[in-house]
């Protein structure tokens, strides 16, 4: 058997058993998008408010950056604390999920940056072959 459909049997399996979709799927889908790493490694130093975290990432939109971040909270990587203070004050902070995540996001992060200039080259190769 394949490695591809020992992985999709395993996914089937747990997705029968747990109700849920298959692990690997699940957590990359949530983590592979366009910003949760980048959320992800600005939280890495310490807890950061709203603004603090949109200024840190730039090019984001508020509201991306609150779906992102509500999605990161669903899933356990951030948490966020509402402080009951006028004007109202949120800090985001990971948690230790979050943190434990940082080390593979880090080597993955490390293995694209190493290797991007021969994906590149082959997706090139390939558009002129």
């Known amino acids: 058997m394949s490695s591809s459909s020992a992985t999709t049997q395993a996914c089937s399996l747990i997705q029968e058993e747990f109700e849920q979709p298959c692990p690997i799927r699940d957590v990359l889908d949530r983590i592979g998008d366009q910003w949760s790493l980048l959320i992800l490694e600005s939280l890495a130093p310490g807890t950061l408010r709203f603004n603090e975290l949109s200024r840190e990432i730039g090019d984001i939109s508020r509201q991306m ?55 590149c080259q082959a997706r090139r190769a390939s558009k002129s072959g």
Do not use: C
């Not at 966020?80 to 800090?91: K, M, S």
């Not at 943190?99 to 694209?112: D, G, T, Y």
């Open 65 to 119: 950056l609150s779906r992102t971040l509500k999605r990161l909270e669903t899933d356990g990587f951030v948490q966020r604390t509402l402080y009951a203070e006028v004007p109202p004050r949120v800090e985001y902070t990971l948690t230790e999920l979050g943190q434990s995540f940082l080390v593979p996001m880090r080597e993955l992060v490390k293995w694209a940056d190493i290797h991007h200039a021969r994906i």
